[in-house]
């Protein structure tokens, strides 16, 4: 059995024990408030982890784009929900091929794209699931909420060779502290009851109504009319969850290992994990500082990131990591953070017990 300092730096490692309770964890809830779980896989991007959601009890799960898809359905994934708009010969093309062999669901959010999905679908001769998206706050995609977008949900769902599977939101905005929340919650409520009003008068079928997101994935149960979740982020946790306060760093499944390589500069130590290791995605909860937090050094500040060197201010620092220490790092957004690793490591008590290949990284398209 290989040890953790035996890998070469900078290394993404996954404590199996921290990642099966979080999975667990939030698969009980959702059985316990009969809410249906549909993770996004875009967090881990590994068909086996995506299994292990499965056999824990969700009914399915979530991509963001077609590349993502094909290949959770080549690691034998028969439910997908596509949360991307699908628009361009190429990807209707590739999403006919996936629906043969798939079941398959898009988020759409216009007429024009759900009559390029109903033309596909009577050519192909497959047929093709489609959600309607609208926009709760979070400001990205999704239709307003007001009486000609369910007009124009109602005229997608009359359209010939789709299957009408409900309705999506994304209340991303929803981060903030646990405070803040409950107030974000209340105003997600206005918006989401005005949004099945409006969908009950046109006679529109709201089974599935889909949401959620980690910061609030405990919470899902207070959201008016919600049946489904689509969380991703919980499976590992990072540095925005535990800021946002939905988790504590003992729940972050996922740290970067990486090596301190140098301490000539007064004040600093540099360890090789970059922006191309780390991502330079800034927080987006808490006091918003730094790339990433290194756990067992609380005053360690990683102040900044060149490609391939992390910059750790170690000026307040009662204890300062010494030169070849290895150290583990918690990243800002785990989610970008895998997309740079093509394999990660599964580790218990510092052991390597798995490996796993990052199938759909890169599948931006």
């Given at each position: 059995m290989m040890h953790i300092s035996d890998l070469d730096t900078p290394a993404i490692l996954i404590d199996v024990d921290v990642m099966e309770r979080n999975v667990r964890g939030l698969a009980e809830y959702c059985r316990e408030h009969a809410l249906h779980l549909r993770p996004h896989t875009k967090t881990h991007k590994i068909p086996e982890l995506a299994q292990m959601q499965l056999r824990c009890g969700a009914v399915g799960i979530t991509v963001a784009k077609v590349g993502e898809a094909e290949a959770m359905a080549d690691g034998g994934i028969q439910d997908i929900l596509i949360v991307y708009p699908l628009?361009?010969?190429?990807?209707?093309?590739?999403?006919?091929?996936?629906?043969?062999?798939?079941?398959?669901?898009?988020?759409?959010?216009?007429?024009?794209?759900?009559?390029?999905?109903?033309?596909?679908?009577?050519?192909?001769?497959?047929?093709?699931?489609?959600?309607?998206?609208?926009?709760?706050?979070?400001?990205?995609?999704?239709?307003?909420?007001?009486?000609?977008?369910?007009?124009?949900?109602?005229?997608?769902?009359?359209?010939?060779?789709?299957?009408?599977?409900?309705?999506?939101?994304?209340?991303?905005?929803?981060?903030?502290?646990?405070?803040?929340?409950?107030?974000?919650?209340?105003?997600?409520?206005?918006?989401?009851?005005?949004?099945?009003?409006?969908?009950?008068?046109?006679?529109?079928?709201?089974?599935?109504?889909?949401?959620?997101?980690?910061?609030?994935?405990?919470?899902?149960?207070?959201?008016?009319?919600?049946?489904?979740?689509?969380?991703?982020?919980?499976?590992?946790?990072?540095?925005n969850t535990v800021c946002a306060e939905a988790a504590t760093y003992d729940d972050c499944a996922f740290t970067v290992l990486t090596r301190v390589v140098s301490r000539s500069v007064p004040g600093k130590a540099i360890v090789d994990a970059g922006s191309k290791t780390l991502s330079g995605d800034l927080l987006l909860s808490g006091d918003r500082h730094g790339y990433g937090h290194v756990l067992g050094y609380d005053d360690v500040v990683i102040e900044d990131l060149s490609e391939e060197h992390g910059h750790l201010n170690v000026r307040q620092a009662e204890r300062q990591p010494?030169?070849?220490?290895?150290?583990?790092?918690?990243?800002?957004?785990?989610?970008?953070?895998?997309?740079?690793?093509?394999?990660?490591?599964?580790?218990?008590?510092?052991?390597?017990?798995?490996?796993?290949?990052?199938?759909?990284?890169?599948?931006?398209q």
């Open positions: 628009l361009g010969p190429r990807k209707l093309d590739r999403l006919a091929a996936l629906a043969r062999r798939a079941r398959v669901t898009a988020a759409i959010d216009s007429f024009e794209v759900a009559s390029c999905l109903s033309s596909l679908a009577r050519r192909c001769g497959v047929p093709i699931g489609v959600r309607v998206e609208f926009d709760t706050g979070f400001g990205r995609c999704g239709l307003p909420i007001e009486t000609s977008s369910v007009d124009t949900a109602r005229a997608i769902r009359d359209l010939p060779g789709l299957e009408w599977r409900g309705l999506n939101v994304y209340p991303g905005h929803i981060m903030h502290s646990a405070a803040e929340r409950p107030a974000l919650i209340e105003r997600e409520n206005e918006r989401l009851a005005k949004l099945l009003e409006l969908a009950d008068a046109a006679g529109l079928d709201r089974t599935v109504v889909s949401g959620g997101n980690t910061p609030a994935a405990y919470e899902s149960h207070r959201f008016t009319g919600v049946t489904e979740i689509r969380p991703g982020t919980y499976i590992f946790n990072d540095k010494c030169l070849g220490e290895l150290i583990r790092i918690v990243p800002n957004h785990v989610c970008p953070c895998i997309n740079l690793h093509d394999r990660v490591y599964g580790v218990r008590n510092e052991e390597v017990v798995e490996e796993w290949v990052v199938a759909a990284r890169g599948k931006v």
